[in-house]
């Protein structure tokens, strides 16, 4: 009797420890994910205008097409013809909206359709019966087919000597500034929505609304999307407030996604002489170089890299620190410049005023900082620069620079191989015009908290990710 008395004790300790356990192993843990000043839009239908908006869609958006495993895209198939310049895709029978409903071949081809026309390299992906396709009845046009329940085709026009390029540059995994996903229709004579909610687009995790906060679910976490300014104490964060992150309390995971080129702008129209461009470039650039914070931005010698198509050897900008004007009214397209252009006048007592671009009039500025994206190695801002800010208007004081920009337009030459010796061109063109000068490559790091059970990864393609800790562990 005795013993049996131990015996259920025994068993009884044993199902209260294991039933405490797996109660600490299946807690839910919420957790923060800061992207600082962005606001959360998922209507695919409008210009991407902040860069930080892909820390948002390259986590949480499934990708058109998958390149690390096609049947997580939501096109599982696809075939490009190139004489005809048809694509040809098929719509996996998996692909799901956040809510459960599945992803037609209607929803897909009209965001592709649609998306294309308010992205940077829309304009060279159109319908080759373009007068045919009419909003309200897109399905009509004789460049759409839909072949079966899940499969279609759609004919380009041949407005560049390699279409594929250019649509993977926008479908697949890793695509950036290009980047479309499907919204789900209402009905085939359809509207365009003046707001998309999370449910009407497909997530690689279950996305859900909670006392109007943002979260979604990875494992037993719970992530919460915040846009705080700065962040304050997140447990993963990309794009951080440099100057504020303490490097002690995180860990850098997978290095980092695609870089970005930043450049200024000097404009020809206030600045005319060629040498006080001269002296404001080579000044700018040495100062970006001493003056950046510790983390995310990198001086280079040229716009191009020598992995990139466009090196030329022996051809590097000047980095001197020259007598420039004591005020300069400069526009910020690039966070990080704030914070430098404030150490250029405490430092040297400048008097550089930065001003908002919604506030000008008629470009009444002297200096520009931008940044955009780099794909891949490629370089696709040079191809619609000109569609930018109106610079077209400004940069037209420099015929040849002109020239060479509206080449890359109707060629993507940043894209294309075949099309380097104008990346060539542009390099000698723009070193000896100093409008359009490089400043360096800003790095956007993935930060997670020590011990945090999921941490933000960026994988070979350059898509962000969140994945359990303990996966990561095994895979290093």
């Not at 986590?59 to 096609?70: A, Q, V």
Request: a positive charge; proline letters at 5%; charged letters at 25%.
């Amino acid at each position: 009797m005795k013993n049996l008395l131990i015996y259920l004790i025994l068993i009884s300790s044993f199902i209260f420890i294991n039933d405490v356990y797996s109660g600490i192993k299946n807690e839910k843990v919420f957790l923060k994910y800061c992207v600082p000043g962005i606001k959360i839009n998922f209507n695919p239908f409008r210009q991407i205008t902040q860069g930080k908006e892909l820390a948002i869609f390259s986590p949480l958006m499934k990708s058109m097409i998958s390149k690390s495993n096609s049947s997580e895209g939501i096109i599982d198939k696809f075939h490009f013809d190139p004489i005809n310049s048809i694509f040809t895709g098929h719509v996996s029978d998996y692909a799901r909206f956040n809510d459960g409903t599945p992803v037609t071949v209607y929803d897909v081809v009209f965001s592709i359709v649609e998306g294309f026309k308010y992205r940077p390299l829309g304009h060279q992906l159109t319908l080759k019966d373009e007068k045919g396709y009419k909003h309200k009845k897109w399905y009509e046009s004789k460049s759409i087919r839909f072949l079966n329940s899940n499969k279609f085709s759609i004919q380009f026009k041949k407005s560049s000597k390699n279409i594929q390029k250019l649509l993977l540059n926008a479908l697949e995994s890793g695509s950036m500034v290009n980047r479309i996903w499907p919204v789900k229709l209402k009905k085939l004579n359809f509207d365009l929505p003046n707001r998309v909610t999370y449910n009407d687009v497909p997530f690689r995790y279950k996305v859900f609304k909670e006392n109007n906060i943002t979260y979604f679910n990875v494992g037993n976490s719970y992530i919460r999307i915040t846009n705080e300014t700065p962040c304050r104490d997140p447990d993963l964060t990309y794009y951080p407030d440099y100057d504020r992150v303490s490097t002690d309390q995180y860990e850098f995971r997978h290095g980092y996604t695609h870089p970005a080129m930043v450049f200024m702008l000097i404009n020809p129209k206030k600045i005319s002489s060629i040498d006080k461009r001269k002296a404001i470039g080579s000044w700018f650039r040495w100062a970006f170089s001493s003056l950046s914070p510790p983390y995310g931005f990198t001086s280079s010698k040229a716009f191009f890299l020598e992995t990139e198509p466009g090196w030329v050897n022996n051809l590097e900008w000047s980095t001197l620190k020259t007598n420039i004007p004591s005020e300069l009214k400069i526009v910020i397209d690039v966070p990080t410049s704030r914070f430098i252009i404030k150490s250029f006048n405490n430092r040297y007592g400048k008097n550089f005023k930065i001003i908002n671009r919604d506030n000008l009039k008629d470009n009444d500025f002297d200096v520009e900082i931008l940044m955009t994206r780099i794909d891949r190695g490629h370089v696709p801002f040079l191809n619609h620069i000109l569609r930018w800010n109106n610079l077209s208007k400004l940069i037209s004081y420099d015929k040849n620079l002109h020239s060479i920009l509206k080449k890359f337009e109707s060629n993507a030459a940043t894209i294309n191989p075949l099309e380097r010796k104008y990346l060539y061109r542009f390099q000698k063109i723009a070193s000896e015009s100093f409008v359009l000068v490089p400043l360096g490559r800003r790095k956007g790091y993935a930060f997670s908290r020590r011990n945090s059970p999921v941490v933000l990864t960026i994988d070979k393609f350059g898509d962000l990710s969140f994945v359990l800790r303990s996966i990561v562990k095994e895979s290093l």
